[in-house]
């Protein structure tokens, strides 16, 4: 290409003088300057365009630009393809924008075109591995696997979780074991979920131990596979984990936490999650969030209509019980809790935790105290608020329920204190 023909080189040096000057370029000035000069040093500043593009394209975002945020995040996927194939940073600056542009398209309700830009950042990520440009042979696939669990297609994204807990270490991060653990489970491999969660566990029990964590969190993990393993057909496991989180809140009773750290979201995590036999199966037409992913990781459309629908479950849950339809009503309760819960969630011990939601806990043991002929029932809605009230600092009360839900649970009665 003849530069010198197709370059407007007053435009050039007007872009070169706005980089140099003292002032700060805010993203439509750094996106006006990188455009020009994208033609004449692609490999410099293709990369920078498409950085300033997602910049500015979050910005109009903000202000509630929608079409115009899928205009920017498309030339930056542009700029990005443009980048030689050996440049070092393609791989960054293309599945940057690839994962802005999915947003704003799942944002617009457009998620067969959204799904396939998660499919070309995996596809991106592929190639990189290939070429020895990153570690990972699942790199950029985690968008593509939380798409394909809120589509219902849990055993694809099974497979993408698993390679990538194969390709490193046996899992022991919390959040990568849990989103694994969940998809196995979905696709109903629940004997394959229960050793998923054990580098988990066993990491977090040493946490709980050296203060890196909370012990809080220990409890919700073994109460949580112990579920897993009840599906899994291991009683006897689940039962031991039941104990050992009891032992372990008896120990908060008494002496409280080492620590606050290392908790996080988990417990609205496994609530969402454990409520998911209460919700309708996913579909592309239908999708709900990938469970036992973080919120922030859901698609912004699966997100919104998760939270929308709490004041309808609210009403629903309120008919159902005054028509003594209660075995209904009690599960739109469940729903609603667990979406209340993580639409509320600003993290354990916030200001404001028990009086926001300690009411629907509440509600939900009273309704399954009324299906006598039903102890499981009661054990759910027990354990759910025992793992909310542990989040809440009072362990005392989180183990008593906890306790009375085991009680209901095991073949016959327990010791639950030393």
């Not at 706005?18 to 994208?38: H, I, N, T, W």
């Not at 209460?278 to 919120?295: H, K, N, Q, W, Y």
């Not at 990781?297 to 609210?314: E, N």
Request: proline content about 5%; aromatic content about 4%; charged content about 30%.
């Amino acid at each position: 290409m003849n530069h010198s023909e197709n370059v407007d080189h007053d435009a050039v040096l007007r872009a070169r003088t706005m980089l140099l000057g003292s002032d700060r370029l805010s993203p439509a000035e750094q996106v006006e300057a990188y455009r020009v000069l994208s033609r004449v040093s692609p490999a410099a500043y293709l990369p920078k365009l498409a950085d300033a593009l997602t910049s500015l394209g979050c910005e109009v975002a903000r202000a509630g630009r929608r079409e115009r945020e899928l205009e920017l995040t498309a030339e930056a996927v542009d700029a990005a393809r443009r980048i030689g194939a050996d440049e070092p940073n393609r791989l960054q600056a293309l599945c940057g924008a690839l994962w802005f542009h999915q947003r704003a398209l799942f944002a617009g309700g457009r998620r067969a075109e959204g799904l396939a830009v998660c499919e070309e950042m995996a596809e991106a990520g592929r190639i990189a591995f290939e070429r020895g440009q990153v570690h990972s042979p699942v790199h950029a696939h985690g968008r593509l696997a939380d798409v394909l669990a809120e589509e219902g297609r849990h055993a694809e994204a099974a497979e993408i979780l698993g390679r990538g807990a194969a390709a490193g270490s046996p899992a022991v991060d919390f959040e990568d074991a849990v989103r694994w653990a969940a998809e196995l489970e979905a696709a109903g491999r629940h004997g394959e979920a229960a050793v998923a969660l054990e580098g988990s566990v066993d990491a977090t029990r040493k946490g709980a131990e050296d203060g890196s964590c909370t012990a809080a969190r220990l409890v919700w993990e073994l109460t949580h596979r112990s579920g897993t393993l009840d599906a899994a057909g291991r009683p006897e496991e689940a039962e031991a984990d039941r104990r050992e989180a009891l032992a372990v809140l008896a120990r908060l009773a008494e002496a409280g936490e080492i620590t606050t750290r290392g908790s996080g979201s988990s417990w609205v995590v496994l609530l969402a999650l454990s409520c998911r036999a209460e919700e309708p199966a996913a579909s592309r037409d239908a999708p709900l969030p990938p469970f036992g992913a973080d919120r922030l990781q859901w698609s912004p459309d699966t997100r919104g209509a998760y939270f929308a629908a709490i004041p309808a479950l609210r009403t629903e849950a309120t008919r159902l019980a005054e028509a003594g339809r209660t075995r209904e009503a009690l599960s739109a309760h469940r729903r609603l809790t667990a979406r209340s819960a993580a639409r509320w969630d600003d993290g354990p011990r916030h200001p404001g935790l028990e009086e926001s939601l300690r009411p629907l806990f509440d509600e939900g043991v009273a309704l399954a105290r009324l299906l006598t002929a039903d102890p499981g029932a009661l054990a759910r809605s027990l354990t759910d608020r025992s793992m909310f009230l542990a989040a809440a600092g009072r362990y005392g009360d989180a183990h008593a329920d906890l306790a009375e839900a085991t009680t209901l649970r095991a073949p016959h009665p327990i010791v639950t204190r030393a």
